[in-house]
């Protein structure tokens, strides 16, 4: 199986699409209305799978985690830093394992890092 996308159920969609782009700089893909009271945005960034955020769906809430591959852990968290963000763990890893590190989102969703 492949992972396709994940969906963030957020209260305020234009506050957590500048998070996704200018943060950890996906691009936004798709944003759209399928009615008056729902908003969907996807981003995207290397790879295949989405990060889908939508804005409206009653009784829905947040998502845990998304885990998001860097080719270089040391250079994304130099320049997460340099825009303000913290890590909330790591970075962490095994001699010869990913290496993982962790921050959150604008709407609690944890970030996961791994560097195959």
């Known amino acids: 199986m492949k992972i396709k996308n994940s969906v963030v159920a957020v209260e305020n969609l234009e506050e957590s699409a500048k998070f996704y782009t200018d943060i950890l700089g996906l691009d936004e ?19 295949e799978a989405t990060i889908e955020l939508v804005e409206g769906e009653e009784g829905k809430q947040g998502l845990y985690m998304v885990g998001i591959e860097v080719e270089n852990m ?9 825009k303000g963000v913290k890590l909330t763990r790591g970075p962490l890893g095994a001699l010869g394992g990913p290496k993982i590190a962790f921050l959150e989102g604008p709407d ?4 996961e890092l791994i560097q195959p």
Do not use: N
Request: hydrophobic share 35%; glycine share 10%; no cysteine.
């Open 29 to 47: 893909v798709r944003r759209f209305s399928p009615r008056e009271d729902l908003t969907i945005a996807f981003f995207k960034g290397e790879g």
């Open 74 to 82: 040391d250079d994304e968290i130099s320049s997460l830093k340099s």
């Open 108 to 111: 609690g969703v944890e970030i």
